[in-house]
């Protein structure tokens, strides 16, 4: 695992202790991309937390990027999230 998905992991883990967080590194999907050539990743985030409980989708990915907000100037380019709440998850 690269040290840029592990400083991700850690501080999604440490700000939301979720239930889930699977983040995939899809910058091989956007070589030629403007944002590719800054050396920026592109990631894909699916977190489960109780931290989203009651809070809308803006809500929640405000939080995230808050949460990554030094990275998202040199490390982070593009984030897909997809964040919910465990009651929205399956069993």
């Known amino acids: 695992m690269s040290e840029r998905i592990e400083k991700i992991r850690s501080l999604l883990t440490?700000?939301?202790a979720p239930v889930e967080c699977q983040l995939v590194d899809d910058s091989h999907?956007?070589?030629g991309?403007?944002?590719a050539a800054s050396g920026a990743g592109h990631f894909s985030l699916r977190i489960v937390s109780d931290r989203f409980?009651?809070?809308n989708r803006v809500a929640?990915?405000?939080l995230v990027y808050d949460?990554?907000?030094d990275m998202m100037t040199s490390d982070i380019h593009a984030?897909?999230?997809i964040a919910?709440?465990?009651s929205e998850v399956a069993n």
Do not use: S, V, W, Y
Request: a positive charge; charged letters at 15%; aromatic letters at 4%.
């Open 14 to 16: 440490a700000t939301f």
């Open 29 to 31: 999907l956007h070589a």
């Open 33 to 35: 991309h403007a944002g």
């Open 53 to 55: 409980d009651g809070l």
């Open 60 to 62: 929640r990915h405000r």
């Open 67 to 69: 949460c990554l907000r």
């Open 79 to 81: 984030l897909n999230i």
């Open 84 to 86: 919910l709440a465990p």
